[in-house]
């Protein structure tokens, strides 16, 4: 299994940035996936959730309405759309695959995002 | 919202055991995984549904919950153990610990 994100990078606050992740080694459509963040020396929040085919998702509070979670599994790939950016949203963003349904059984390296003026 | 809550830090002597514990309402009714991540790296799971073992963990870590409790032992903590180690729970969606360093010394 390999998880490759990518598209962070440094956006000012109320701009919009999109980021991916790119999955292969395993059967991409069936399974779920997460974005889980972490802020500089923090611990991990969880961000947003896809089921496989798509029809579900998932936002936590603190980006609900602000940020969108899709896929394109004939490309294998999840994306996170996040407008209206705030400082309190930097932070390295991880896509992370559903294991047995409870847990993330595998994580990407991880792509930066600076929200900064 | 719920909520799961770790210790900080915790110390620990080389091979001796290591005890952390996450507590939760009715945690011992919900699935708890638990994650290690060492500086820079990406987290890894290494505890799934209370107490098993991905491939490529090592059996000293080991994993059970009940009650409003959930705990994850490191059996003979080795200096390669010092990371943050989080808790996770399935409350409708993902929900993780604040986390607690392990140091080994």
């Known amino acids: 299994v390999q998880l490759l994100e990518s598209g962070g990078g440094l956006v000012q606050p109320g701009g919009s940035l999109r980021i991916s992740c790119g999955g292969s080694?395993?059967?991409?459509?069936?399974?779920?996936m997460s974005w889980v963040r972490q802020a500089p020396g923090k611990g991990l929040e969880w961000v947003s959730f896809?089921?496989?085919?798509?029809?579900?998702?998932y936002y936590a509070d603190s980006v609900r309405g602000r940020f969108t979670i899709s896929r394109d599994n004939s490309m294998n790939r999840i994306y996170l759309q996040m407008d209206s950016l705030r400082v309190d949203d930097t932070g390295i963003y991880y896509c992370?695959?559903?294991?047995?349904?409870?847990?993330?059984?595998?994580w990407g390296q991880g792509t930066l995002v600076t929200v900064s003026s | 919202s719920y909520d799961l809550t770790q210790p900080p830090s915790l110390s620990v002597s080389p091979g001796q055991t290591a005890s952390i514990a996450c507590s939760g309402n009715?945690?011992?009714?919900?699935?708890v995984s638990w994650y290690q991540q060492k500086p820079g790296q990406s987290p890894v799971l290494i505890i799934y549904?209370?107490?098993n073992r991905p491939s490529g963990i090592p059996e000293r870590f080991s994993g059970s919950n009940s009650g409003n409790t959930a705990t994850l032992t490191i059996g003979g903590a080795q200096a390669v153990d010092e990371a943050d180690y989080y808790c996770?729970?399935?409350?409708?969606?993902?929900?993780f610990g604040g986390g607690t360093k392990v140091t080994v010394l």
């Open positions: 080694g395993f059967n991409f459509k069936t399974n779920a």
């Open positions: 549904q209370d107490h």
């Open positions: 009715k945690l011992g009714d919900k699935f």
């Open positions: 896809i089921s496989g085919s798509g029809g579900s998702r």
């Open positions: 992370a695959k559903d294991g047995s349904g409870y847990d993330l059984d595998s």
């Open positions: 996770q729970a399935w409350d409708g969606r993902p929900v």
